[in-house]
């Protein structure tokens, strides 16, 4: 289980890491939605009460980096 520090809303995460990335805000935000299920596996999104999820960025870089 991440440290609550590391963990951020995914449209934050996505403001932040776009450019890193060299993509746009969407596209991630696109790429988590799709691949969710293996993300929650991976201990790289985490599901909130209501809709809401939260992104740990080390462990989504580290698959990321993966795939």
Do not use: C
Request: charged share 25%; net charge positive.
């Amino acid at each position: 289980m991440p440290n609550l520090e590391n963990l951020k809303p995914i449209q934050i995460f996505a403001d932040e890491y776009a450019q890193r990335l060299g993509v746009k805000p969407r596209s991630i935000r696109m790429m988590i939605d799709r691949n969710q299920d293996e993300l929650i596996q991976a201990n790289a999104v985490f599901k909130t009460k209501g809709k809401a999820r939260l992104i740990d960025a080390q462990a989504f870089m580290a698959w990321y980096i993966q795939h």
